[in-house]
């Protein structure tokens, strides 16, 4: 605990008004920073850096892009691998982990050893891992490295512990799990096809034993071979050559028959006893057609053969569909008897996998279940019923039901606010799922002593909006709405709609929510605003639309003189546009000029009828900005809501506007540079007036190749929205393809700034600007500037830009500049008359918005992109009457601060370095019954910095934070007290005042991938992990940081990863995880009878150990495989050892390490001990060889 103390008495500095503005009052970390005011502010800082580690705890959702599924039938947990060497184990609700390979490499196949907690993956990259599931967070034990062959296939049998791996070459090589080094014995390909066989078979796709005899190993080759190997006998029982190519095998459980599934849709059983011909050939899709031929069909991938006791077998496989039906889904199909049932699924089908009663292969299955794993779901169908219905999924599988475009994330929620949302969203839920319970049951979880109420809200591209119960660790959705329900469904190919987006009208770039008030409010890409209010009733409701024009006309700026009498609008009366609903907007031909040009239409019809709106969260006013003269609205950058104040404000990069949403009026509409007034900070350039309006255009409108374009337009609509920025050209509102540069004889023409400006971004967007993109040196940066333009919505120049050329060569130095600085002088920079400056945070509170105020008022704080903070006070009545009846009226002359960089976040301490909170309005039910005794008035909850500090009197500490550098202000003087540059190379992609440990700091993500923490107020840094990479421009749109050390991002398009960063958590993580194994006991065989057990083969006879062992088969080649030691267990135990029973659990660590040496040690002896015995063989052999010889012979 450290405590700082700063006196301001006495120190002598220039003039309060010289130095608020500067960057340079400050510039190494934490740096205290002279303020002539007689304050003394004393803050006990009882942050520290071991309070702070940072860990992930949970990832939710479905996995992406899966490639393989395993089960436990005994333990009841299911396994999916992935694309991207991830491996998720799910059980029971609640018992959910993820795992990740080092390598990265795709999950080929996983295999659980059943009922031992422990499970074998095969990666693309030719290695086999022995994961550990008898601890909380799994981890590998052993690796087995192939050199020299690639691994195709691999089986265990139940209670073995050989596992048999197929290889691409035809080989079938045989694993010891318990050491995980290879076995000598070896079953080669030309050993097991016949000699006389002339082509190579292919590689091994199906290994499995017999259920009749354990000793015999069914061997399927790609081509069409199937080969029956005897290992005690080392050779081939039959072999049979099939002409179409084998994708599947499966047994009858009695063993005298198997079922394959072909290439050709057909499916062939084979009965032993004639191996010659097939017993029978099915073509279950394949109809004869009217030349006597049967349809193509499509390859059967898979095919499982299960028995029932008191029905007919099923036959359940994927794929076989014919191929002349066009646009058919992926099927799977369910041959019950005579019955085929084919269910056909919304994804292709990755896996599929029946779940039977028993583990042992050689009784009666009885299936109760299918799992079908497909691209983007996770299925469950219960065979049990006739109509094989789906149970209903626990698990959070559909967050990527729409692509997520946004989030946010709520810890330490109000207790009531959960189950309200979850009994409204429960009305909703389908029906028609299976009455049984989720088969995957297994571990155990248990509601740590660690919990409060956490919310994440999802953002989709279709326009809904989730709300998810994050609590305890697990995420269960609450609530579902759907934003585009306000709007008219725009007509496919024509209208307004269809001009500005293709395909995702509605998708949501930002949300708003306050949970004490309960009001919500989102941003969507067709430049709108919905406010939403909470109700237990339904309601019927008319929709309250207003409009605002919103744009910054560079015509109309001619000279600073001009433009302070004249503000940057084609209207006189834009500053305050009246609303009015749709239905009383002019027709299209009034809102369009005699050429055509769309002029004051919105990008979206709002409903003009009033509608039925369900309980939940119910429309109350929509805003949305306006074309003007032909130019679509710019997207909002910002937004923030005050329920206490009944204000709602919002920017772009034109400028700023702020609705009283209690009487729907427009109170404030300016442009940014009218914001200043007389306290402009830059030098802006006057320039002549033009008639082009190349500064306001969309994305797409200065190229430098077409290469980049078409690569960008290759993306999906939703793939790259940032921070609230849709990146993608089909889903912006522009005219893409109409280039609006007029073109002289030099070439096009640019807009160019005055020297040392950095080219200007977007608000919020420097999610994008230092990523790694796959851009070859010989496009050089144009490719990438050019990607820059259409990420930001905003034409960027370069101040060193030629015009004659359309390809750029820009040095690395001036790149990294431009990519990175914005104000490269402390001083008063020179910029452009047109250069736009982006609304890029906002934040309403009580504060002082001049120097001279003695008393807070409320307050409306706005950042832009150039690094500038302006303060605009408020006039609000406080009567309720007169709230609804008389204006808000806000003054734009307040105090100006500055930073370095685009400004993200604003917070506010009293002077004791607590948090003040904005105020709010108590929530009320707007549609509850009206009780005459008790008139419902609005309950204001203020947190005013006088009121929470007695001892220190009025005056309270502002937080900012920029791109760049972290500052502390000291308020109404505006003194600089601390300032901290976080970073100089890279750029703060969000920023968050969280409360840790009964505290609060500053927690920063950086585009570099360091995850920062700074103690408040003097912005010491605690911790700077190098947690992340910023390789997917997702994670920068996605990441949130929250109270409690929390955070999460999307991971993947289909996954939500939560972080903490509390060591407090990260101690707190064992318990809170749930147990994927419970000692269970294996169900014990059949009893056979006495003539199966005699004629049935003498399966109980054969011990593997005798034949695989190194006694009889000897070792393997080293330079086959590679045997890589995993720190699996003692990792494990490392982390438990942080919990509660810590001192013992690292007792046990030193011992199971001591443990360990002596068990290298021990291997090392044998080493040696086996080098000695060869080394005395070998001398042996030299000795018996020179015996008989004469000296003169050597």
């Known amino acids: ?30 740096t205290p920073t002279a303020a002539p005011t007689p304050k003394e502010i004393d803050v006990q800082e009882t942050l520290v850096s071991e309070n702070f580690q940072l860990c992930k705890t949970v ?25 991207s060497g991830g491996v998720r184990i799910l059980g029971r609700p609640g018992v959910d982990c993820y795992c990740q390979h080092e390598s990265g490499a795709a999950v080929l196949q996983l ?6 907690g422990a499970l074998v993956s095969a990666c693309a990259d030719d290695t086999l891992h022995l994961w550990n599931l008898r601890q909380r967070r799994p981890a590998i034990l052993h690796s087995l490295k192939f050199n020299r062959e690639r691994i195709t296939f691999c089986h265990l049998p139940f209670q073995s512990k050989w596992l048999y791996v197929g290889t691409e070459r035809g080989n079938t090589h045989i694993v010891n799990i318990e050491s995980f080094v290879l076995s000598g014995y070896v079953i080669m390909w030309n050993k097991a096809i016949e000699l006389s066989t002339k082509t190579h078979p292919g590689p091994v796709v199906h290994l499995s034993d017999s259920p009749k005899d354990e000793g015999k190993l069914l061997i399927g080759f790609e081509s069409g071979t199937i080969v029956q190997w005897d290992l005690r006998g080392k050779k081939a029982d039959f072999r049979i050559y099939y002409d179409e190519a084998i994708h599947s095998v499966s047994w009858h459980h009695e063993g005298k028959q198997f079922m394959c599934s072909h290439s050709d849709g057909s499916l062939t059983l084979w009965n032993l006893r004639n191996t010659t011909k097939p017993f029978q050939v099915t073509f279950p899709h394949g109809k004869i057609q009217k030349d006597a031929r049967k349809e193509s069909c499509k390859p059967i991938l898979k095919v499982e053969y299960k028995t029932c006791r008191n029905s007919e077998p099923f036959v359940i496989f ?74 209903e999924n626990p698990y959070p599988m559909d967050i990527h039901e729409s692509p997520v475009t946004c989030t946010a994330y709520f810890a330490d929620c109000p207790p009531d606010i959960i189950p309200i949302l979850y009994s409204i969203g429960a009305k909703h839920k389908k029906t028609g799922y299976s009455q049984k319970e989720w088969p995957i049951s297994g571990g155990t979880w248990t509601l740590g002593s660690h919990t409060y109420p956490e919310i994440i809200i999802t953002g989709h591209a279709d326009g809904s909006i989730k709300f998810w119960d994050a609590s305890a660790i697990t995420l269960q959705m609450l609530y579902k709405m759907k934003t585009s329900k306000v709007f008219e469904k725009p007509k496919a190919g024509e209208g307004r709609a269809a001009e500005l987006v293709e395909e995702d009208p509605f998708a949501i770039q930002m949300v708003s929510w306050c949970p004490q008030s309960r009001m919500f409010c989102v941003v969507g890409i067709s430049a709108h605003i919905i406010l939403y209010r909470f109700s237990k009733y339904d309601a019927n409701t008319q929709i309250v639309s207003l409009e605002v024009r919103l ?39 009034g809102s369009r000029t ?13 409903k003009d009828r009033a509608v039925r709106v369900p309980p939940g969260y119910q429309s109350e006013l929509v805003i949305q900005l306006l074309w003007v003269d032909g130019e679509p609205p710019q997207q909002i950058t910002s937004l923030d809501i005050n329920s206490a104040y009944g204000l709602l404000a919002f920017g772009n990069c034109n400028g700023l506007a702020v609705v009283d949403y209690l009487q729907k009026t427009v109170i404030l509409c300016m442009s940014t540079l009218d914001l200043y007034g007389s306290t402009d900070p830059y030098q802006r350039l006057t320039r002549s007036p033009r008639r082009n309006r190349q500064s306001t255009s969309g994305l797409t409108e200065l190229t430098d190749n077409q290469q980049s374009i078409d690569m960008e337009r290759n993306k999906s609509p939703t793939s790259d929205h ?67 333009q259409q990420l930001h919505g905003v034409t960027m120049y370069s101040h060193d830009e030629h015009h004659s050329t359309t390809s750029y060569c820009w040095s690395d130095r001036e790149s990294r500049e431009n990519s990175f600085t914005r104000s490269r002088s402390s001083s008063v920079s020179s910029i452009d008359r047109d250069t736009k400056e982006a609304v890029t945070t906002l934040q309403f509170g009580e504060s002082y918005g001049r120097k001279n105020d003695v008393l807070p008022t409320p307050c409306l704080w706005v950042g832009t992109s150039l690094g500038v903070v302006l303060l605009i006070p408020m006039s609000i009545p406080t009567d309720q009457e007169e709230r609804m009846e008389e204006p808000v009226t806000m003054g734009v002359s307040g105090a100006v601060l500055m930073l370095k960089g685009s400004v993200l976040r604003f917070s506010f301490l009293d002077c004791m370095g607590a948090l003040i909170q904005p105020p709010y309005e108590v929530w009320r039910d707007h549609n509850a019954p009206e009780d005459p005794d008790r008139p419902r008035r609005r309950k204001l909850v203020h947190f005013s910095p006088s009121s929470s500090q007695d001892a220190c009197g009025d005056g309270h500490l502002a937080v900012v934070c920029s791109e760049r550098q972290a500052k502390v202000f000291l308020m109404p003087s505006q003194s600089c007290l601390f300032v901290h540059n976080i970073t100089e190379s890279s750029f703060v992609l969000r920023a968050d005042v969280v409360s840790v440990c009964n505290s609060v700091c500053l927690a920063c993500f950086c585009a570099n991938g360091h995850v920062m923490t700074l103690s408040l107020p003097s912005l010491r840094p605690l911790m700077d992990v190098n947690y992340l990479p910023l390789t997917d421009m997702r994670i920068a749109r996605t990441f949130y940081f929250t109270n409690g050390g929390q955070a999460l991002y999307l991971s993947s398009p289909t996954e939500v990863q939560r972080i903490t960063y509390s060591q407090e958590m990260c101690d707190n993580l064992q318990e809170m995880l749930g147990e994927l194994f419970t000692p269970i006991e294996t169900p014990e065989a059949q009893n056979r009878g006495f003539l199966k057990g005699f004629f049935g083969g003498n399966a109980h006879t054969f011990d593997r150990e005798e034949l695989f062992g190194e006694a009889a088969a000897g070792k393997a080649s080293r330079s086959l495989a590679q045997h890589i030691p995993g720190q699996g267990g003692v990792e494990g135990m490392k982390v438990a050892a942080s919990g509660v029973v810590g001192e013992l659990a690292r007792a046990r660590i030193a011992l199971d390490e001591r443990g360990q040496r002596l068990g290298e040690l021990e291997e090392r002896t044998a080493l040696m001990m086996t080098s000695a015995e060869a080394f005395s063989k070998h001398a042996h052999e030299l000795m018996l060889k020179c015996k008989d010889k004469k000296w003169y012979q050597f």
Do not use: W
């Open 1 to 30: 605990m450290k405590k700082f103390r700063k006196v301001l008495d006495g120190l002598t500095t220039s003039s309060p008004g010289a130095t608020v503005g500067s960057p340079s009052c400050g510039s190494a970390a934490g």
């Open 59 to 83: 990832r939710h959702g479905f996995p992406y892009q899966p490639t393989a599924l395993a089960f436990d039938p005994v333990q009841k947990i299911l396994a999916i691998g992935s694309r």
């Open 111 to 116: 295999q659980f050893l059943i009922n031992e």
């Open 318 to 391: 994927s794929g076989g569909l014919s191929y002349d039906k066009a646009g058919r889904r992926p099927a799977l199909t369910i041959m019950h008897g005579k019955a085929i049932t084919v269910l056909e699924m919304d994804y292709p089908i990755v896996e599929f996998m029946v779940l039977c009663e028993t583990p042992y292969n050689n009784e009666v299955q009885e299936p109760y279940a299918v799992v079908v794993l497909l691209e983007k779901d996770l299925i469950v169908v219960d065979l049990t019923q006739s109509n094989y219905p789906v149970f």
């Open 551 to 589: 744009q910054c006309d560079s015509d109309d700026v001619i000279s600073p003189s001009e433009n302070e009498n004249n503000p940057s609008f084609s209207e006189p009366g834009s500053h305050s546009p009246q609303p009015h609903h749709h239905h009383q907007h002019p027709a299209s031909p």
């Open 594 to 606: 005699p050429e055509g040009i769309k002029d004051s239409i919105p990008c979206l019809k709002v």
């Open 722 to 788: 940032v921070n609230g920025h849709c990146t993608s050209p089909t889903s912006q509102p522009c005219s893409a393809g109409k280039p609006r540069i007029p073109m002289g004889p030099e070439g096009p023409r640019l807009t160019r700034r005055g020297p040392g400006r950095p080219p200007f971004r977007k608000a919020q967007s420097a999610a994008c600007m230092e990523i790694s993109l796959p851009v070859s040196h010989t496009e050089g940066h144009a490719s990438r500037r050019a990607m820059l």
